[in-house]
């Protein structure tokens, strides 16, 4: 009897351990041939639920693990799904490299826009903000579409710490993005935690001492109920970018009748293991 009274408890769960595995919200991608990306090259647009510019967005098969802004001013996004803020941290990461080569202040590289619909003004985004003064840059988030709202930055980085010369070098080394933004009890207080790295190199100091930028941030009334978020990048005034790689995902946080169910089983399968094993 405590044999199958074991069995039971195992294999619920087993059941609720997949369910919330299932629930979790993720997406990927490499843009390689293997994935089903195709091109010599030709347009990100239609591939794998990509919404893309025709012309201006493109897949690399010649390096086969790319797509290329091929102009500023451009945004792309994914049309394959969506991600609910109310189930959990929503974490995107982009492994990338972009050329710029701004004569002032200036909005750069919208390294990830989201938004409550593409074509709306209600968006959460981070971006590369160019300072011509000291040649440096700072990660810079906002709320608006093509202008600046709420807006919060993090500290100065020279931009020779990402592989750019003012005036000699417009090209970007190889960078990899995260950002974790967590919804608030409010539209005012979100949380942001965001790193930047040269990839498979150093870590980039932008958190005023730290290699993680974490603030509160705010988003638009529409943004903070939307339960279907949409994912994408967006030029701005860089000449061109490359996205290598590109991930996102909800980690779904379970109720706390949910952890409770799940605390008890577990001790109950621990308490059945104990008298089956005597």
């Known amino acids: 009897m405590n044999k199958q009274l074991l069995a039971i408890l195992v294999t619920s769960l087993s059941a609720i351990l997949v369910s919330y595995s299932q629930d979790t919200q993720a997406a990927s991608f490499d843009f390689t041939t293997a994935e089903g990306f195709t091109g010599a090259p030709a347009n990100l647009n239609g591939q794998n639920g990509w919404v893309a510019p025709a012309g201006a967005v493109l897949v ?4 086969d693990k790319e797509f290329v802004f091929s102009s500023g001013g451009q945004n792309s996004y994914w049309g394959g799904g969506t991600f609910d803020p109310t189930a959990g941290a929503m974490t995107f990461t982009t492994d990338f490299k972009f050329n710029a080569n701004p004569s002032g202040n200036s909005d750069v590289f919208n390294v990830i826009r989201l938004a409550a619909n593409p074509t ?40 020779s ?16 993005l995260s950002w974790t933004l967590t919804r608030g009890a409010t539209k005012d207080a979100w949380t942001s935690s965001l790193a930047l790295s040269n990839l498979g190199g150093a870590d980039i100091d932008i958190g005023f001492g730290s290699t993680i930028w ?6 638009s ?16 005034g860089a000449n061109n970018a490359n996205i290598f790689a590109t991930s996102a995902s909800v980690a779904v946080v379970p109720e706390p009748s949910s952890y409770a169910l799940i605390s008890g089983l577990l001790l109950c399968t621990f308490i059945g293991f104990r008298r089956v094993r005597r």
Request: hydrophobic share 35%; aromatic share 12%; net charge negative.
């Open 60 to 63: 690399n098969t010649a390096s």
């Open 120 to 159: 709306s003004g209600d968006v959460a985004r981070i971006y590369f903000r160019y300072i011509a003064a000291s040649d440096s840059y700072r990660m810079r988030y906002s709320r608006g579409n093509g202008f600046d709202l709420d807006v919060k930055s993090s500290d100065l980085f020279a931009a």
């Open 161 to 176: 710490a990402i592989g750019q010369t003012a005036g000699s070098d417009a090209q970007s080394n190889d960078l990899s």
């Open 214 to 219: 974490s603030t509160t941030v705010a988003v």
């Open 221 to 236: 009334e529409n943004f903070h109920t939307d339960t279907a978020i949409s994912w994408g990048f967006q030029t701005a």
